[in-house]
Every structure is written in C-alpha cells, then in structure tokens.
C-alpha cells in the first residue's frame, strides 16, 4: 500500500511506480474509459452506510475526466438513483450503473434489467422480514431489487444477523455476496461488476478500474480478461486494515483508501489535460 500522493497548487503527485503503471492510461485518453467504485472508493466507509458522501474533490474530478476521456462511469452496489443524489451536477456527465449491472442510466431515465424485475416482489418481502427479525444494531439497506444487512454498528450481532440472512437465502432464491461487515441478497442473475466493465469497456485500448471490496473482484477478472485480449488494463484496489487480502492480491496498484483512489483519479485528470 502507498500513500505517496500529495497535491502541489493545481497538481496532484504521485509515487512514481505508481505514475508508470497509470501512463497508458493518459497515452490516448479519448481510447481509455475510466470506471470506479463508489463506497469504500470515492466515498469513505461509514457507519450508517445511508450517510454517506464522497470525498470532498471526488464529483469534481469526475466531471473533469469526462473532459477528457472517453468513458468515466461509477459502477456500484447502490442504485443509480442514489449515485445521483450523492454525485450532484457531475452525475450528469459520468455514465451510472447501479446495482451490480441490474441498473444503468440511459437517457437520463433509469432502466432494469428485465430478468431482474420480477424479483423486485421477493426482495420487499425479504425486507419487511428482516426489518422485523434483525437484532439491534443491525441495518437493513433496501435497494428496490437487492437488499443488504449491515452490522458495522453492532459487530457482535454477526451471527445472528447472518443467521436469518441464511434462512431467507434458503427459502427465496436470492444469493447472498459478502461485503464489508455485511451480506447482500441478489437476484440469482449472471451479472456483476465484472459484466458491467467488460460491456462498458468495450471498444477502448485502455480501461481501469477502483474498487475495494469483494464485489469488485469481478471488475478486476474482466480487466485481467481484457489484458490478455490486448488492452491496456489497470487494476486499483482502494484498501485499509478492514481490507479483505484477496482485493489487493487481484489488483494492480494498492492505495491507501479512498484518499488514494481519488488521488489516482486527480493524476488523471491532471495528465489528461497537460
């Protein structure tokens, strides 16, 4: 891990193993897409997850990539309709998928994957469950077509939370995707963060992506898939000592948090646009 960035007036600087690894991405910034996490990515970890923000800097610097490179999108567990509200004016600029792929912004409209849909029944059930069955301490995150349990406010509840997690996974269908001091139920659907980069990155020489938790390891394999097919591919992997090792080990490039992504995507846009 490296927290070697810092910024100097206008320019963000960066270790320079660090700025090696980036340089093809800035090679030709209109062939590169640009594609980021948003919690634990460009958004600090909280511990009431509906509180979260982004960085101060993180909307700006996204709308000055979109300046100069082909695609910047913010792929995310959250839905599309909370990545706008959180991202503000630089929404509009930046493409949004939501939802692991279940979700994208097309045309300024919201649209869902049709298979997912009929789940959007079973997911409310699941949720009007949990939310009378969690013990204390213990949040439930309806997302419209998943739902995820949080216990970061109560650790020790873990087991119990997890416990009625496993029951509703038993007898709905959904599938659960561990997180960070949480489980999320989905759709039992074949997308993810991996499918979304692999269409979003499509037709580009270069791409990368940042993420931090588990369910950016599939964005990390599509990148590896799209490297052996000869595109330029970097791997960020935003970590701090919650971190689960397996994200780190499948990345890149290991910076330190949030602070480290978005240093990341400030060499870009500094780069991009010198």
Do not use: N, Q
């Not at 038993?170 to 759709?187: D, F, I, K, N, Q």
């Not at 940042?210 to 599939?218: C, K, S, T, V």
């Not at 964005?219 to 970590?239: K, Q």
């Amino acid at each position: 891990m490296t927290d070697a960035a810092r910024v100097e007036g206008p320019t963000t600087v960066l270790d320079p193993s660090i700025v090696a690894a980036l340089a093809p991405l800035v090679a030709e910034p209109r062939a590169t897409a640009v594609l980021t996490d948003f919690d634990g990515t460009l958004a600090p970890i909280v511990a009431d997850p509906a509180t979260v923000r982004p960085l101060p800097g993180a909307a700006e610097t996204l709308a000055r990539l979109v300046r100069s490179f082909g695609l910047v999108a913010v792929v995310s567990g959250r839905p599309v309709a909370f990545l706008v509200d959180r991202l503000g004016p630089a929404a509009g600029a930046v493409s949004l998928v939501g939802l692991y792929g279940l979700e994208r912004r097309v045309g300024g409209a919201v649209a869902v994957l049709p298979d997912a849909e009929p789940w959007r029944r079973v997911v409310a059930g699941v949720v009007g469950r949990l939310e009378r069955t969690v013990p204390a301490g213990v949040w439930v995150e309806p997302k419209g077509l998943t739902v995820t349990v949080h216990w970061r406010a109560a650790p020790d509840r873990a087991p119990e939370a997890e416990s009625l997690v496993a029951a509703e996974v038993a007898t709905t269908g959904l599938l659960p995707h561990p997180g960070r001091m949480s489980v999320e139920l989905r759709p039992p659907i074949d997308v993810d963060k991996g499918s979304a980069v692999t269409g979003l990155a499509e037709g580009f020489r270069s791409a990368c992506f940042l993420g931090d938790d588990l369910g950016d390891l599939p964005a990390f394999a599509a990148l590896d898939r799209l490297s052996s097919e000869g595109v330029a591919t970097v791997a960020v992997a935003a970590v701090d000592g919650e971190s689960s090792p397996e994200v780190a080990a499948a990345a890149d490039l290991v910076v330190d948090g949030p602070g480290g992504a978005l240093a990341v995507l400030r060499w870009l846009a500094d780069a991009a646009d010198a």
